[in-house]
């Protein structure tokens, strides 16, 4: 199991420590981000790690990016992390660090529902809507959409909760351009995800995706693409409406959580090594039936 130290890069200044990703700088057009293997869940980070999570989540977003750089240009420079850290720490983070461009974030998730699950049918349960887009009557939980749908969210501070938004309200946040640009190029992309996924038995109930403008105000996909931290993904061969389908993802963990007594504020109970080893094990079934690749 990767601890927090075993990860630190020292040849480089630390620019940001996030939930599960730490970033260093290089110059002033890239820096390196190292995913770890720590986990969240309600926003508040786990004191265990998940083994191998990292590396499925870095590997995946790769993957990912591949399939749909015809769409939307990402943030990868492609280059070797040992051009940038020293030997000992490139083999230490290998498989798990990307150089990529430095950009401006947009101040928004952008979240894309297929199936109606988590906040979306609690939204739609006191209010048959989501984000303001009304929904019809009689849907069950895990129910399909009727179409998919784009509902935004604004990106809260470690510690805070996400909070969605309408389509009136991000349009405020970030202008009716970038809104439709990347309502668009959301959508797109969970279409063609969704039917690549869904050929290797793998339903992608909803994802979110996070975008940046580089200098001259091009748009790029950043961070991370249909991971199993910003996507629910279900097996078809068991997925039925009206319950809560068996999850590739931090799902399993938000479960366990669900039954401790805990207020969702820090400090997180203690994960049991039972509970750390099969959400590890997930992330690992979901990465090789995606991919057809094997984390070792």
């Not at 970038?178 to 279409?191: F, G, M, R």
Request: aromatic share 8%.
């Amino acid at each position: 199991m990767n601890t927090r130290s075993q990860l630190d890069v020292q040849s480089l200044p630390l620019l940001h420590q996030g939930k599960v990703r730490d970033i260093y700088d290089i110059n002033p057009e890239k820096m390196l981000i190292v995913t770890t293997d720590r986990i969240s869940a309600f926003d508040v980070i786990m004191d265990e790690t998940i083994p191998y999570k990292g590396q499925v989540l870095n590997q995946m977003a790769k993957f990912w990016f591949e399939k749909i750089e015809d769409i939307v240009p990402n943030h990868l420079t492609h280059e070797k992390i040992s051009h940038f850290v020293t030997e000992d720490e490139a083999l230490r983070i290998e498989n798990r660090a990307v150089v990529v461009k430095k950009l401006t974030p947009i101040p928004i998730e952008a979240i894309v529902r297929g199936y109606l699950v988590g906040s979306g049918w609690k939204e739609y349960q006191k209010d048959q809507s989501i984000c303001d887009i009304e929904l019809p009557s009689g849907l069950k939980l895990a129910s399909q959409l009727p179409e998919t749908i784009f509902t935004p969210s604004n990106k809260a501070a470690v510690g805070t909760h996400d909070e969605n938004i309408s389509i009136p309200t991000c349009v405020k946040l970030i202008g009716q351009d970038l809104t439709d640009q990347i309502s668009k190029i959301s959508l797109e992309i969970y279409k063609v995800a969704y039917e690549i996924a869904l050929e290797k038995g793998i339903i992608i109930a909803d994802t979110k995706f996070e975008f940046g403008t580089d200098s001259n105000g091009k748009l790029f996909i950043m961070d991370e693409v249909l991971t199993p931290d910003s996507s629910r993904f279900w097996s078809k061969d068991s997925y039925q409406v009206g319950t809560s389908p068996h999850s590739f993802d931090k799902q399993f963990i938000r479960d366990w959580l669900e039954n401790q007594d805990w207020n969702k504020t820090p400090p997180p109970p203690k994960l049991p090594d039972n509970i750390i080893q099969k959400t590890s094990q997930k992330y690992l079934d979901i990465f090789e039936k995606l991919t057809g690749e094997i984390i070792s």
